[in-house]
């Protein structure tokens, strides 16, 4: 069955870092752009970060110098090293595939979707 599977949220204080992990199953990572999404409470799910097939990234602005996307291929895994975590930070965060290689900025260029990590940050 193809899936994605997120792990790495937890409870962090303000500060703090933490890395997410996307692990994908059967033949559906390499030849995809990839995103990680994010979901506050009442808010509408954003675009955090997203990478190419060959490495190009992009973020929004609000994490940009603090978050950082990257893929294995080998390992068919996609990451996000979060560092200086703030509360506003708070949130699920969703892997996704994209249907292109190329960098993709709506949630309708993703077919494929993970179930989330919750992350929080609070003291």
């Known amino acids: 069955q193809v899936q994605l599977v997120e792990s790495g949220g937890g409870l962090v204080q303000p500060g703090g870092s933490l890395r997410l992990s996307c692990a994908a199953s059967?033949?559906?990572?390499?030849?995809?752009?990839m995103g990680w999404y994010r979901q506050a409470p009442g808010k509408k799910r954003e675009l955090v970060a997203a990478?190419?097939?060959?490495?190009?990234?992009n973020y929004a602005d609000s994490v940009k110098g603090r978050f950082t996307i990257s893929r294995d291929n080998a390992k068919n895994t996609l990451y996000l090293q979060m560092n200086s975590l703030k509360p506003e930070d708070t949130a699920v965060y969703y892997c996704a595939r994209s249907k292109t290689p190329n960098l993709s900025y709506r949630s309708t260029d993703y077919d494929l979707w993970g179930q989330g990590t919750q992350v929080t940050v609070s003291s």
């Open positions: 059967g033949n559906i990572f390499r030849l995809n752009s």
């Open positions: 990478i190419t097939t060959g490495g190009t990234t």
